[in-house]
């Protein structure tokens, strides 16, 4: 008989205990935790945002190219969910538990794991991994046959010590550089305490040098440090990677979408009235403060510089982004394993009955539910294989 240990009794690690059990092998998850999918969780706002309409590939990034054919079938996903009698909710192609509840995410994925019979072992943190001929062996306790690494990332969690890496270094497999992603971004400004706070609907774009990197629209959260939001933290991942350049990248937000300056300025107001009654007040005096635009002015009356600065001001504030939160603040990790590392169902090449799933692989989603389903997604096509190791 078989004996398959997976690390991580979060998203990816019981999906793939689930699916791997049979009657013909054993299944034990190691969760360091005192309880299993603590960042099932906290996901979506204790929400869980599991899946999503759109499964364009642009919503996943990697630094292979092998993520284009990964995310085909992740309509499996959706209809794991479904054959286990899980109903859901959707809205603009997000889907959430119909409960509105991670837990009855997390609790069903617990509750199938033991009805199959996996046997989850919590506070339970495997520090030391070594090989003796076909078995692995697991802090010189237990051994087994097949390991799965699902030790997820450090983001969004407070980790003393996080060993994921280090698993996989010591087996000598490419590691892409680790860096947080769907994160917030530290600009450059000595106004933000004045904006603190507000949360708006804009249009952001990141810019390396002028050029346009990606365009997002949402709401966003001004703050004491800079920006943050939906459409801050899927913007994020190329601007934390040309930091992690050395680079200074920028940011331009729209604020203004829905109105033209026609739609706006046809009226006798100053400047400062009519956007008043359009923007938190807090933020236009931010806007014409930076912008150098008289308050008290009727737009007609501005000259031409002045009115290119209300232009600049409404629809391209620009900010220059000196840094991002850390992996605690983060959402998810980009970087991890490289995917040249695994075959088809995710077991590591160089080392034969090693899978690695889940956010330790250098695959990464947008918001949306793109990480969820590529936990899930990575774990079913693990398991397509361990479950008929014999
Ligand atoms: C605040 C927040 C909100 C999010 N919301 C969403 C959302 O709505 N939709 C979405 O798609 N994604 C969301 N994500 C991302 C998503 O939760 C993760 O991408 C996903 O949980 C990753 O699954 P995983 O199985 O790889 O890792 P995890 O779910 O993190 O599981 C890893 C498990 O391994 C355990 N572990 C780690 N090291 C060891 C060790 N050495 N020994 C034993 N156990 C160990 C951990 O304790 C953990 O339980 C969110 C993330 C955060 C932080």
């Known amino acids: ?4 240990i997976i690390v991580g009794a979060g998203a990816s690690g019981l999906m793939c205990a689930i699916n791997s059990k049979t009657n013909l092998n054993e299944v034990i998850v190691l969760e360091k935790n005192s309880t ?7 996901s979506g706002n204790g929400r869980c945002n599991f899946y999503n309409d759109d499964q364009s590939i642009n919503r996943y990034h990697s630094n292979s190219n092998k993520i284009e054919n990964i995310f085909e079938d992740s309509i499996r996903v959706l209809d794991y969910f479904n054959s286990i009698g899980i109903k859901y909710t959707t809205k603009n192609g997000y889907y959430y538990p119909y409960s509105n509840k991670s837990e009855t995410i997390s609790n069903v994925l617990i ?3 033991n009805k199959k019979g996996v046997n989850i072992i919590c506070d339970y943190e495997v520090n030391t991994i070594s090989k003796e001929g076909n078995e692995f062996i697991i802090n010189n306790d237990l051994r087994c046959d097949v390991l799965v690494l699902s030790t997820g990332s450090m983001s969004g969690i407070n980790y003393d010590i996080f060993y994921g890496y280090d698993f996989l270094d010591s087996f000598n497999l490419e590691i892409v550089r680790p860096l947080p992603s769907l994160t917030k971004l530290i600009c450059e400004g000595s106004f933000f305490n004045k904006w603190n706070g507000i949360r708006t609907k804009a249009i952001v774009s990141s810019f390396d040098n002028d050029i346009l990197l990606k365009e997002e629209e949402g709401e966003i959260l001004l703050t004491d440090y800079g920006i943050s939001g939906i459409c801050v933290f899927n913007i994020s991942r190329d601007i934390v990677k040309l930091l992690d350049d050395g680079k200074t990248p920028k940011v331009k ?8 300056i026609e739609d706006l300025f046809n009226n006798d107001l100053t400047v400062k009235e009519t956007l008043d009654r359009v923007l938190d007040e807090k933020l236009v005096d931010v806007i014409l403060n930076k912008y150098h ?3 008290d002015k009727k737009y007609d009356d ?20 000196i840094d991002y939160k850390d992996f605690k603040s983060s959402q998810v990790t980009q970087g991890g394993l490289s995917l040249d590392e695994v075959n088809d169902n995710f077991e590591t090449i160089k080392v034969p009955n090693l899978y690695v799933i889940g956010e330790l692989l250098d695959i990464d989603g947008d918001c949306g539910g793109y990480n969820l389903t590529s936990a899930f997604l990575t774990a079913l096509k693990a398991s397509d294989k361990i479950k008929d190791l014999k």
Do not use: Q, T
């Not at 299993?36 to 906290?42: A, F, N, Q, R, V």
């Open 36 to 42: 299993p999918g603590k960042k099932i969780l906290m």
């Open 1 to 4: 008989m078989k004996r398959i």
């Open 302 to 321: 501005l000259n031409n510089e002045e009115k290119n600065n209300v232009r600049h001001g409404l629809y391209a504030f620009e900010l220059n982004v």
């Open 111 to 113: 509750n199938e794991a």
């Open 293 to 295: 635009i008289p308050k």
């Open 253 to 260: 937000i729209n604020f203004m979408e829905d109105f033209s």
